[in-house]
């Protein structure tokens, strides 16, 4: 099953062209691993995919629904359609981006309980975009003082998707293997461990496809092998995976496709055996040499 369609993606900041025609699609449980020199586009490409960076041109499809085709670009998105949008992929990113005023549970916890609340309020109170912030918190209230009961199958409804919430949390704890860390705090773990907590708190939000750009990068080379046997086992669990990564040896081990860019576009793809030990590229084989 076809999960992913990028077709032609274009991407430039002022003059410089970063992004050049990308095209590729993914299979479901499929891994793709994204290599090349430093600016040659990658990071680039996650964050359009990913809809924090908005393309010039071109056209992603996630399991048949079009998120994006730039048939006219001059139209906005507002910032609730792009949280939509964005909850197709889980990006996992270089710096772990924990927040450090939050446990270990709360982190991986706290955007599936804002998502809960919205869903609860929208489903009992109705959605009405085009009132302000401050009139929907006046109209919801005032709506659970003429209804209090709706307003308490409102609290009801939350607590029940906050429990659900933790739960799946505890759960994603137990197979990164963090369990003992549920209350500790950032500053309190090592950077492996903040890695571990990040990824769990993307999956939490049961993303189509899971991003992660350079996972490692920031860690000591000690710490640099937990995180990868984690997205291993994310793979044995069928999960869909793109990893934008320098460690080459894990590509060719974990990686059913590879992606080989240069100067912001696909210089070669195929599967790790083509693009490691048969390149067809001249600048595929420069890179791969240096490694």
Same mark, same amino acid.
């Given at each position: 099953?076809?999960?992913?369609?990028?077709?032609?993606?274009?991407? +430039?900041?002022?003059?410089?062209?970063?992004?050049?025609?990308?095209?590729?699609?993914?299979?479901?449980?499929?891994?793709?691993?994204?290599?090349?020199?430093?600016? +040659?586009?990658?990071?680039?490409?996650? &964050?359009?995919?990913?809809?924090?960076?908005?393309?010039?041109?071109?056209?992603?499809?996630?399991?048949?629904?079009?998120? !994006?085709?730039?048939?006219?670009?001059?139209?906005?998105?507002?910032?609730?359609?792009?949280?939509?949008?964005?909850?197709?992929? @889980?990006?996992?990113?270089?710096?772990?981006?924990?927040?450090?005023? !939050? *446990?270990?549970?709360?982190?991986?916890?706290?955007?599936?309980?804002?998502?809960?609340?919205?869903?609860?309020?929208?489903?009992?109170?109705?959605?009405?975009?085009?009132?302000?912030?401050?009139?929907?918190?006046?109209?919801?209230?005032?709506?659970?003082?003429?209804?209090?009961?709706?307003?308490?199958?409102?609290?009801?409804?939350?607590?029940?998707? !906050?429990?659900?919430? &933790?739960?799946?949390?505890?759960?994603?704890? %137990?197979?990164?293997?963090?369990? %003992?860390?549920?209350?500790? !705090?950032?500053?309190?773990?090592?950077?492996?461990?903040?890695?571990?907590?990040?990824?769990?708190?993307?999956?939490?939000?049961?993303?189509?496809?899971?991003?992660?750009?350079?996972? *490692?990068?920031?860690?000591?080379?000690?710490?640099?092998?937990?995180?990868?046997?984690?997205?291993?086992?994310?793979?044995?669990?069928?999960?869909?995976?793109?990893?934008? *990564?320098?460690?080459?040896?894990?590509?060719?081990?974990?990686? %059913? &496709?590879?992606?080989?860019?240069?100067? @912001?576009?696909?210089?070669?793809?195929?599967?790790?055996?083509?693009?490691?030990?048969?390149?067809?590229?001249?600048?595929?084989?420069?890179?791969?040499?240096?490694?």
């Amino acid at each position: 099953m076809t999960i992913l369609e990028v077709t032609d993606l274009k991407k +430039s900041f002022d003059t410089l062209e970063v992004l050049k025609d990308i095209s590729f699609t993914m299979q479901k449980s499929e891994v793709l691993a994204i290599i090349g020199s430093s600016g +040659s586009g990658k990071t680039t490409l996650l &964050r359009v995919l990913n809809f924090l960076e908005k393309a010039d041109s071109g056209k992603i499809v996630v399991a048949g629904k079009t998120l !994006y085709d730039c048939s006219n670009c001059s139209i906005q998105d507002n910032e609730q359609d792009l949280r939509k949008k964005r909850l197709h992929f @889980g990006l996992v990113f270089q710096s772990f981006n924990l927040f450090p005023q !939050y *446990t270990t549970l709360r982190n991986i916890t706290l955007a599936s309980d804002l998502l809960s609340k919205e869903r609860v309020k929208q489903s009992l109170f109705g959605k009405d975009t085009k009132k302000t912030v401050g009139s929907k918190i006046k109209s919801f209230f005032k709506g659970a003082i003429a209804a209090p009961n709706l307003f308490k199958k409102y609290r009801a409804e939350l607590a029940k998707e !906050y429990d659900a919430n &933790r739960k799946k949390a505890l759960a994603l704890l %137990d197979r990164i293997g963090l369990t %003992d860390k549920v209350d500790a !705090y950032p500053f309190q773990l090592s950077g492996g461990q903040q890695q571990r907590v990040a990824i769990a708190r993307a999956l939490a939000l049961e993303p189509d496809i899971l991003c992660f750009d350079e996972p *490692t990068s920031a860690l000591d080379p000690e710490l640099t092998g937990e995180v990868l046997r984690v997205i291993k086992d994310l793979k044995d669990y069928g999960a869909t995976m793109i990893v934008v *990564t320098h460690e080459m040896e894990f590509a060719r081990e974990v990686a %059913d &496709r590879i992606i080989f860019m240069h100067d @912001g576009k696909i210089e070669e793809m195929g599967t790790p055996t083509q693009v490691f030990d048969s390149p067809k590229s001249l600048k595929t084989k420069q890179f791969i040499a240096k490694y």
